[in-house]
C-alpha cells in the first residue's frame, strides 16, 4: 500500500473522538489558538490557499479561493456548514458528524476566523438524528471551555454556532438550496449569478463548506501548507475519506492520499471483489458520475485523472458493481433517485427524470422496446446542460456510460423480454 | 394556539434571523407533539412567522420529513437506492411490503406502522439499511426484518420524528 498516515480517522474505533478530554489530550484546538494567537485573518486564507485544499463536497473547488471571493464592503458574512449529505454512495460526512464532531467544529471555528463571519450555521441533515445528537453534545462541550462564544480563548474573536436540522430532501445539499433552507423557504436553488460569495444566506456575503473539508483545516494550521499539498497529485492534493460501497469485501470509509489507483483502492483498501467476481461498472463519485469500467482500474482516484476519464471524483463515493449486477437495474436505480429528488423547478429535470424512469424501468421489466432503446440513445442532450443546478445533469451520466459501454445489455432486455442477468422474470418493485 | 406553543414558537424565532427561519424547526417541534403537521399547526406557524397559510403549506411539503398525514408510531423507512439495491433492498422491499401489508407511504391498518421507501441514508457500508424513527439498522436481511417488527411491537416509542 502506498505510504500514508491519516489524520481525520487517526485513533478511530480506539478512542471516544467526540469526548472533548480525549481531543484535547491530543493536541485538539492547538490549531485554533494558533491560528487566533500568531495569524491575522488573511495569514490564515493565504495558508489554505497555498495548500491547494479542494472542497471535499462534490465540486472540488479550491477553498482558499472561495473564501477569498468575499467582497471587502463591511457587510455581515455568514460561514455555513454543508452536512446534508445525501449523494447515493456516500457515508464519510455521517461518520465524521457521528464520530469525530470536535474536528469540525475546531475546522469551523478557524475557517469563520479567516473569513471574519459573524456566525457558523451547521446544516445537518434531518435524517441524522444520532449526528445531531452527537454534535450538539460536543458543541456544549466546546462551549464551556470558551471555544465558541465571546472573545474565543482570549483573544477578541467571538462567535457562536447555531444547528439547523434539515427536514428531508437531497436537494438542500446543493448549497443555494441549502441556504434558503435555513431561511426557512423551499429547497429550490437559485440562480446563479449572484454566487453565495456576494449575495448568500439573508442576502449577505456567505461561505457553503462542505464538512470534511472545513474538517481538514486545522492540520493545514498546525501542519502547514507544505504538508497537505506534499501529499497525492499537485492540482488534487491531500488526505480524502473515500466511501466504498458495493460488491467488494470490506465497504467502508478509508482515507487515503489522492492519486492512488483505482485498482489499490478497491483490492488493497476495501479488500477487493468475492472470489471469482469480476468488475463491471464502478461509480467513482457519486450517483452523479459516469461509470468507468475494468480497463480503467489503473486509474488515479484523483480529480484530474478521472476527469480525463470523462467521470469525476465528487463527493469521493466509490460503488462497486461485480459481473453479477444488472446494469439496466442500477441505472433504474439511479434513475429514480433523481426523479424523486428532483425540486420541479426545471423542465428538462422535472419532466426529463420521470420520463427516463418510466422508460428505463419498462426495459428492466422486459417490457421495453427497440424504440425505447433509440429514444435513450438520444436523450442525454436534452436534459443535461438545460437546468438551474447539477441535479438535472446528474440524471444521465451513470446510465449513458453503462448504455455505451454495454449496449448488448440493454438490447438483450428487449430481446429476451427479461433480465438476462436472472433465471426467472425480473422482479420489479418500483 | 396554546400558551406552550406560543411560548416555543416565540423562542425559536428569537434564536433564529427571523420569524420564516425559525418556521422549519417549528414545524418540526409541532410534529414531535402531534405526531404530524395537523392543520391547526399549519395556522399555528403561519400566525407566527407572518407568512400565509398556503406558504406554509407549501414549504412544508417540500420536505419529505414533514408528514401532513397522520403517521404511525414507528415510521420504518428501508432506503432502496444503489448501495443498498446491490445488498439486497429489493428484496426487503417486496418482504417489508407483504409483511406490513402495506405499498409505499401506507400505514398499516391499526395505525401503528408507517412504511417507506426513501432515497440513500448514507449507510451504504452496511446493506441494506433502513431507519426506524430515524434510528439506523444495518444489514437488514428478511428475517433481521421480521425479528426487529417483534421488537418494535414490544416498544412504545419517544416519538416517530423527534424534533432534537
Request: with cysteine; glycine share 10%; net charge negative.
Amino acid at each position: 500500500m502506498t505510504p500514508f498516515e491519516p489524520v481525520l480517522t487517526k485513533g478511530l474505533g480506539e478512542l471516544d473522538l467526540a469526548d472533548i478530554d480525549v481531543y484535547e489530550s491530543r493536541g485538539g484546538f492547538g490549531a485554533l489558538r494558533k491560528a487566533l494567537r500568531d495569524l491575522t485573518p488573511d495569514a490564515v486564507v493565504s495558508e489554505v490557499s497555498a495548500s491547494n485544499l479542494r472542497g471535499r463536497g462534490g465540486a472540488g473547488f479550491p477553498t482558499g479561493k472561495k473564501w477569498s471571493f468575499l467582497p471587502k464592503d463591511g457587510r455581515p458574512r455568514y460561514l455555513v456548514c454543508n452536512c446534508d449529505e445525501a449523494e447515493p454512495g456516500t457515508f464519510k460526512d455521517r461518520m465524521l458528524l457521528e464520530k469525530t464532531p470536535l474536528q469540525i467544529i475546531e475546522g469551523l471555528l478557524i475557517s469563520a476566523y479567516a473569513i471574519q463571519a459573524k456566525e457558523i450555521i451547521m446544516y445537518i441533515r434531518g435524517e441524522f438524528l444520532e449526528g445531531y445528537r452527537v454534535f450538539k453534545n460536543a458543541l456544549d462541550a466546546v462551549r464551556s471551555r470558551g471555544y465558541v462564544g465571546q472573545k474565543i480563548a482570549g483573544s477578541d474573536f467571538s462567535i457562536d454556532i447555531l444547528l439547523h436540522r434539515g427536514a428531508g430532501a437531497y436537494i438542500c445539499g446543493e448549497e443555494t438550496a441549502l441556504l434558503n433552507s435555513v431561511e426557512g423557504k423551499r429547497g429550490e436553488p437559485r440562480l446563479k449569478p449572484p454566487f453565495p460569495a456576494n449575495a448568500g444566506l439573508y442576502g449577505m456575503p456567505t461561505v457553503v463548506n462542505n464538512v470534511e473539508t472545513v474538517a481538514l483545516v486545522p492540520y493545514i494550521m498546525t501542519r502547514g501548507a507544505k504538508w497537505f499539498a506534499s501529499i497525492g497529485p499537485e492540482k488534487s492534493p491531500g488526505p480524502k475519506i473515500v466511501s466504498v460501497s458495493g460488491h467488494v469485501q470490506r465497504p467502508g470509509n478509508y482515507e487515503i492520499p489522492l492519486g492512488i489507483s483505482m485498482r489499490e483502492l478497491i483490492d488493497e483498501y476495501a479488500g477487493g471483489l468475492r472470489p471469482g467476481r469480476r468488475v463491471k461498472a464502478i461509480q467513482p463519485g457519486g450517483g452523479s458520475s459516469a461509470a468507468i469500467f475494468e480497463e480503467d482500474l489503473d486509474t488515479g482516484y484523483d480529480y484530474e485523472s478521472l476527469a480525463a476519464k470523462r467521470t469525476m471524483l465528487g463527493s469521493g463515493a466509490v460503488v462497486v458493481m461485480d459481473d453479477t449486477a444488472c446494469l439496466v437495474r442500477s441505472s433504474m436505480t439511479l434513475v429514480r433517485f433523481f426523479e424523486k429528488e428532483s425540486c420541479g423547478q426545471c423542465t428538462p429535470c422535472r419532466e426529463g427524470g420521470q420520463w427516463v424512469h418510466r422508460l428505463v424501468a419498462r426495459l428492466e421489466a422486459g417490457e421495453g422496446t427497440d424504440a425505447d432503446l433509440r429514444v435513450l440513445n438520444t436523450i442525454n442532450t436534452t436534459i443535461t446542460g438545460t437546468n438551474l443546478c447539477p441535479l438535472g445533469d446528474s440524471i444521465m451520466p451513470f446510465l449513458s456510460s453503462v448504455l455505451t459501454r454495454f449496449p448488448d445489455e440493454f438490447a438483450a432486455h428487449v430481446k429476451l423480454a427479461r433480465c438476462p442477468l436472472s433465471a426467472g422474470s425480473s422482479e420489479s418493485a418500483a | 394556539m396554546t400558551p406552550a406553543r406560543e411560548a416555543k414558537g416565540k423562542t425559536l424565532i428569537a434564536a433564529h434571523h427571523d420569524g420564516q427561519s425559525a418556521l422549519i424547526p417549528f414545524l418540526q417541534y409541532c410534529q414531535e407533539e402531534d405526531g404530524y403537521v395537523t392543520p391547526t399547526a399549519l395556522d399555528d406557524a403561519a400566525t407566527l412567522t407572518g407568512l400565509t397559510r398556503g406558504e406554509v403549506e407549501s414549504i412544508a411539503s417540500f420536505y419529505s420529513l414533514l408528514f401532513q398525514r397522520p403517521i404511525g408510531k414507528h415510521v420504518i423507512q428501508v432506503c432502496r437506492t444503489l448501495a443498498c439495491m446491490l445488498g439486497g433492498a429489493d428484496e426487503l422491499r417486496a418482504h417489508a411490503r407483504a409483511r406490513l401489508g402495506v405499498t409505499d407511504g401506507g400505514t398499516t391498518s391499526d395505525g401503528v406502522f408507517t412504511y417507506e421507501e426513501v432515497e440513500c441514508l448514507a449507510a451504504c457500508d452496511k446493506a441494506p439499511c433502513l431507519q426506524h424513527n430515524l434510528r439506523y439498522h444495518y444489514n437488514v436481511t428478511p428475517a433481521e426484518f421480521d425479528r426487529l417488527l417483534e421488537q418494535w411491537k414490544n416498544e412504545r416509542p419517544e416519538a416517530a420524528m423527534p424534533a432534537e
